[in-house]
């Protein structure tokens, strides 16, 4: 909403300068996100009487002028406007004048003729092509009065102004209008309003017998009223109407249509002007359209109606769509001569519902959408009634003919002292808060320290106490709330809970690894919900998805994971190292909240960068990946095992699942070679880990031990075992069966080769033995080797020679 200082000056007197004024009204919730000051870079800007005209000698598109400027002779300017004539008041910028954008005005000689000065466009002014007149849009401005010449012509056209661009959220749409901006002024300052001149001298003949009016459908229509304003003379504007219209962002078109925009603005009450004459009948019926009933609107589009639509017709069709547009063949043209004003309360819901359905978006829409305040409907069409008789010579007949329940203009609150100041920390007194109610434009009854508090209904966003109170605030100022810190009895530090640290921990090692942090949609297309899932459950589907692509909750944030990815290689971004920590959903049947688990989940591709003066690239594989788990394994104290496993989606021959306990909790391995080929991706490896199983298993203290004084031993044995025997199962036997002294077996080498029977691989392990309580000997460590020996080839391992 564009706020004219100048405008607002007629209804409320304020000494702050704009600056001040911007402030004030930001700091108590209104947003001003700009002001606009039009003189701020123009000078010896003055009006200007076109005495004579003659066309230059030396070329026909220019004109040498005799303009009178307020000298004692006129001075000579050479024109090139096309619309420049005698007798005209122009606005003229003397030599040594200066226009927006730094232009200087000089003494100047246009094919040997001397001109003394400039008559200027709007545009060159400062206004927006987009605001001014039609008939100016190529051409000089011309007054439609007659000021006097020399005069300051930004006052003359009332551009010694500044205007300031209200941020409305949307429950302030009582500030969509001057007359509300000023309630506002008026509450922060306490100054009075000047309300708009409504005075209208009504001809004897009454607008009833002229015109009648019926509403059908009074949920749709609560209220319908109309005027009816004889013998108008169509023309332009004053100039004062269309410069206001102007820096409201409105054009000009001619007097009437000017009026009803004028009203929108200064009282926020939309109003409709028809040419009576071509209404089509005697009657106005305000009803819900029928199904498929068409109006051709003032766009000149034909449009097909809803019977949710709201329509203004003559009795048998539309002419105009409610709170919307008006219909073509009633609209204001520069012979209408008879007009009937239009002033409503229509349903707001209808009216968004049908001006978004259509694309018809407007200021009037925009005012009907968040609703209209009962008491200015009236207001509105008699001032309306009194322009049309003021500027157009209109005669005004008595009456207002209309249909329908006005909706109440207020609505009583009950309150207190106590209830202000306990909510908000003020020790403001009773009559403290009286005042700021009274300054609102709140009327008041008061017993003792109780309020009655009647609201009028151009604040519908007050309904309740706290928005009361809030107002209350709001105006004494939110920057004089009290300052005070919380009263504990007794206070504790702040800390992170063990999830937390343990979380910062994984996100640590990860980063240090290389992988970056990414952040997905949580929701995702049906068919891949299921994808790399560890658990069967039911999915969490979506009433009313925005698209197919995001209809259910995920169960795995792998699909997204890869989706990223694929995003970065085709984007000749080859080496990717992601990681995600976010939720997956499981759903608990109609009606029913989901259950939310916590998983990590990462994935990598491409080349594995290691420190350049170090190390050489080395392609991602699966022992990298199992590496990276192990990790948080490690720095989370949990204990890991991995078991081959085979998933769908997922490399048959490089897969295993996470288990801790026995259970499992996670997955790594290398995409499927047909989802690589599917997403353009050479071989890519994940790991998921439901990270909420893993926070939960107890990690005990750490017991400190002394470091053995007795030395270990070491001894390497290779197995020949079967194919499909895992190398966990032999280590989880040598465990088993190393009493007391084993400390420690891994496997150092897999060989499988030309050398090897078919079926048959290799596997080299190193067995550590340590007694912490004395020295080994070679007896007791040939007793525990044979024995887990023994129980190696009970399995079907043999010793390779």
Same mark, same amino acid.
């Given at each position: 909403?564009?706020?004219?200082?100048?405008?607002?000056?007629?209804?409320?007197?304020?000494?702050?300068?704009?600056?001040?004024?911007?402030?004030?009204?930001?700091?108590?919730?209104?947003?001003?996100?700009?002001?606009?000051?039009?003189?701020?870079?123009?000078?010896?800007?003055?009006?200007?009487?076109?005495?004579?005209?003659?066309?230059?000698?030396?070329?026909?598109?220019?004109?040498?002028?005799?303009?009178?400027?307020?000298?004692?002779?006129?001075?000579?300017?050479?024109?090139?406007?096309?619309?420049?004539?005698?007798?005209?008041?122009?606005?003229?910028?003397? /030599?040594?004048?200066?226009?927006?954008?730094?232009?200087?005005?000089?003494?100047?000689?246009?094919?040997?003729?001397?001109?003394?000065?400039?008559?200027?466009?709007?545009?060159?002014?400062?206004?927006?092509?987009? /605001?001014?007149?039609?008939?100016?849009?190529?051409?000089?401005?011309?007054?439609?009065?007659?000021?006097?010449?020399?005069?300051?012509?930004?006052?003359?056209?009332?551009?010694?102004?500044?205007?300031?661009?209200?941020?409305?959220?949307?429950?302030?749409?009582?500030?969509?209008?001057?007359?509300?901006?000023?309630?506002?002024?008026?509450?922060?300052?306490?100054?009075?309003?000047?309300?708009?001149?409504?005075?209208?001298?009504?001809?004897?003949?009454?607008?009833?017998?002229e015109i009648s009016v019926a509403v059908q459908n009074?949920?749709?229509?609560?209220?319908?009223?109309?005027?009816?304003?004889?013998?108008?003379?169509?023309?332009?504007?004053?100039?004062?109407?269309?410069?206001?219209?102007?820096?409201?962002?409105?054009?000009?078109?001619?007097?009437?249509?000017?009026?009803?925009?004028?009203? #929108?603005?200064?009282?926020?009450?939309?109003?409709?002007?028809?040419?009576?004459?071509?209404?089509?009948?005697?009657?106005?019926?305000?009803?819900?359209?029928?199904?498929?009933?068409?109006?051709?609107?003032?766009?000149?589009?034909?449009?097909?109606?809803?019977?949710?639509?709201?329509?203004?017709?003559?009795?048998?069709?539309?002419?105009?769509?409610?709170?919307?547009?008006?219909?073509?063949?009633?609209?204001?043209?520069?012979?209408?001569?008879?007009?009937?004003?239009e002033s409503a309360i229509f349903n707001a819901t209808?009216?968004?519902?049908?001006?978004?359905?259509?694309?018809?978006?407007?200021?009037?829409?925009?005012?009907?959408?968040?609703?209209?305040?009962?008491?200015?409907?009236?207001?509105?069409?008699?001032?309306?009634?009194?322009?049309?008789?003021?500027?157009?010579?209109?005669?005004?007949?008595?009456?207002?003919?209309?249909?329908?329940?006005?909706?109440?203009?207020?609505?009583?609150?009950?309150?207190?002292?106590?209830?202000?100041?306990?909510?908000?920390?003020?020790?403001?007194?009773?009559?403290?808060?009286?005042?700021?109610?009274?300054?609102?434009?709140?009327?008041?009854?008061?017993?003792?320290?109780?309020?009655?508090?009647?609201?009028?209904?151009?604040?519908?966003?007050?309904?309740?106490?706290?928005?009361?109170?809030?107002?209350?605030?709001?105006?004494?100022?939110?920057?004089?709330?009290?300052?005070?810190?919380?009263?504990?009895?007794?206070?504790?530090?702040?800390?992170?809970?063990?999830?937390?640290?343990?979380?910062?921990?994984?996100?640590?090692?990860?980063?240090?690894?290389?992988?970056?942090?990414?952040?997905?949609?949580?929701?995702?297309?049906?068919?891949?919900?299921?994808?790399?899932?560890?658990?069967?459950?039911?999915?969490?589907?979506?009433?009313?998805?925005?698209?197919?692509?995001?209809? /259910?909750?995920?169960?795995?944030?792998?699909?997204?994971?890869?989706?990223?990815?694929?995003?970065?290689?085709?984007?000749?971004?080859? &080496?990717?190292?992601l990681y995600e920590l976010g939720r997956v959903f499981?759903?608990?049947?109609? &009606?029913?909240?989901?259950?939310?688990?916590?998983?990590?989940?990462?994935?990598?591709?491409?080349?594995?960068?290691?420190?350049?003066?170090?190390?050489?690239?080395?392609?991602?594989?699966?022992?990298?990946?199992?590496?990276?788990?192990?990790?948080?394994?490690?720095?989370? &104290?949990?204990?890991?095992?991995?078991?081959?496993?085979?998933?769908?989606?997922?490399?048959?021959?490089?897969?295993?699942?996470?288990?801790?306990?026995?259970?499992?909790?996670?997955?790594?391995?290398?995409?499927?070679?047909?989802?690589?080929?599917?997403?353009?991706?050479?071989?890519?490896?994940?790991?998921? #880990?439901?990270?909420?199983?893993?926070?939960?298993?107890?990690?005990?203290?750490?017991?400190?031990?002394?470091?053995?004084?007795?030395?270990?031993?070491?001894?390497?044995?290779?197995?020949?075992?079967?194919?499909?025997?895992?190398?966990?199962?032999?280590?989880?036997?040598?465990?088993?069966?190393?009493?007391?002294?084993?400390?420690?077996?891994?496997?150092?080498?897999?060989?499988?080769?030309?050398?090897?029977?078919?079926?048959?691989?290799?596997?080299?392990?190193?067995?550590?033995?340590?007694?912490?309580?004395?020295? #080994?000997?070679?007896?007791?460590?040939?007793?525990?080797?044979?024995?887990?020996?023994?129980?190696?080839?009970?399995?079907?391992?043999?010793?390779?020679?």
């Amino acid at each position: 909403m564009l706020v004219s200082k100048e405008w607002l000056n007629e209804y409320i007197k304020i000494d702050a300068d704009i600056d001040a004024l911007a402030e004030k009204i930001t700091r108590s919730g209104i947003e001003v996100d700009s002001i606009k000051k039009y003189g701020e870079d123009i000078k010896k800007l003055v009006v200007g009487h076109v005495v004579s005209k003659e066309k230059h000698p030396e070329a026909d598109k220019l004109n040498i002028c005799k303009v009178d400027v307020g000298e004692e002779e006129p001075v000579q300017i050479v024109c090139g406007a096309p619309n420049v004539d005698v007798d005209q008041y122009v606005i003229v910028v003397r /030599v040594g004048g200066r226009l927006p954008g730094g232009v200087k005005i000089k003494r100047a000689k246009l094919r040997g003729e001397v001109s003394e000065g400039m008559i200027c466009s709007l545009q060159e002014i400062g206004l927006d092509a987009n /605001v001014m007149p039609k008939k100016y849009a190529d051409g000089i401005y011309v007054f439609s009065n007659e000021p006097t010449p020399g005069s300051d012509a930004l006052e003359a056209l009332l551009l010694n102004d500044e205007v300031m661009d209200f941020d409305l959220t949307p429950n302030r749409a009582d500030c969509l209008s001057m007359l509300g901006a000023a309630h506002e002024v008026s509450a922060l300052y306490g100054n009075e309003i000047k309300y708009p001149n409504t005075d209208l001298t009504e001809a004897p003949e009454k607008a009833t017998q002229e015109i009648s009016v019926a509403v059908q459908n009074e949920e749709a229509i609560p209220y319908y009223a109309a005027r009816v304003v004889k013998n108008v003379t169509i023309a332009p504007s004053p100039t004062w109407l269309q410069s206001r219209l102007m820096k409201a962002g409105i054009r000009p078109i001619n007097n009437v249509v000017d009026i009803s925009n004028y009203i #929108l603005l200064e009282h926020g009450q939309p109003l409709h002007m028809f040419d009576q004459d071509h209404i089509g009948s005697e009657q106005i019926v305000a009803r819900y359209a029928q199904e498929n009933e068409k109006i051709t609107t003032l766009d000149g589009v034909e449009r097909e109606l809803l019977a949710s639509d709201v329509v203004i017709t003559n009795g048998s069709e539309p002419i105009a769509i409610a709170g919307v547009m008006g219909g073509d063949f009633s609209e204001v043209t520069d012979k209408t001569q008879n007009v009937v004003i239009e002033s409503a309360i229509f349903n707001a819901t209808n009216v968004r519902q049908t001006s978004r359905r259509l694309g018809l978006r407007s200021e009037a829409s925009s005012r009907f959408e968040k609703g209209i305040a009962s008491e200015r409907v009236i207001d509105a069409l008699n001032r309306a009634a009194f322009l049309l008789q003021d500027i157009a010579g209109g005669t005004v007949l008595s009456e207002v003919v209309s249909d329908g329940t006005l909706p109440e203009t207020s609505k009583t609150i009950e309150i207190s002292t106590h209830d202000v100041n306990q909510l908000i920390g003020f020790e403001l007194s009773t009559e403290e808060i009286n005042v700021i109610f009274n300054r609102l434009g709140f009327a008041t009854n008061v017993s003792e320290d109780s309020f009655e508090v009647n609201v009028p209904s151009r604040r519908n966003d007050i309904s309740i106490k706290a928005d009361l109170i809030e107002e209350v605030a709001r105006i004494y100022g939110y920057d004089q709330l009290p300052s005070t810190l919380p009263n504990f009895e007794s206070t504790t530090a702040g800390y992170l809970t063990d999830n937390q640290l343990k979380t910062r921990k994984v996100k640590e090692i990860l980063e240090g690894a290389g992988l970056d942090q990414a952040i997905t949609y949580s929701l995702v297309h049906k068919d891949v919900a299921k994808d790399y899932a560890l658990e069967e459950q039911e999915v969490v589907e979506l009433m009313m998805p925005m698209s197919e692509d995001q209809a /259910v909750l995920r169960q795995s944030l792998l699909p997204r994971l890869i989706d990223a990815t694929r995003y970065n290689v085709a984007r000749k971004n080859k &080496n990717v190292a992601l990681y995600e920590l976010g939720r997956v959903f499981y759903s608990n049947g109609e &009606n029913q909240l989901p259950t939310e688990v916590e998983f990590l989940s990462g994935i990598l591709t491409g080349q594995y960068t290691g420190n350049k003066w170090q190390q050489k690239d080395e392609p991602v594989d699966f022992f990298l990946v199992k590496g990276i788990v192990e990790r948080i394994a490690e720095q989370l &104290n949990v204990s890991f095992t991995f078991e081959a496993a085979k998933l769908d989606l997922l490399h048959p021959g490089r897969t295993a699942y996470v288990k801790l306990n026995d259970e499992v909790v996670g997955l790594i391995g290398e995409l499927h070679p047909k989802v690589e080929k599917e997403n353009d991706l050479d071989r890519t490896y994940v790991f998921e #880990l439901n990270f909420t199983k893993v926070l939960e298993q107890p990690v005990g203290k750490i017991e400190y031990e002394a470091i053995p004084r007795f030395p270990g031993v070491s001894r390497d044995i290779a197995l020949v075992v079967n194919t499909e025997v895992t190398t966990s199962t032999l280590i989880s036997t040598i465990n088993e069966n190393g009493a007391d002294i084993l400390n420690h077996a891994e496997v150092f080498d897999v060989y499988e080769g030309e050398h090897m029977e078919e079926g048959k691989k290799s596997v080299a392990i190193r067995i550590d033995y340590l007694d912490v309580t004395e020295t #080994l000997t070679e007896e007791k460590v040939s007793s525990v080797h044979n024995q887990i020996l023994e129980a190696l080839e009970q399995q079907g391992a043999t010793l390779r020679a």
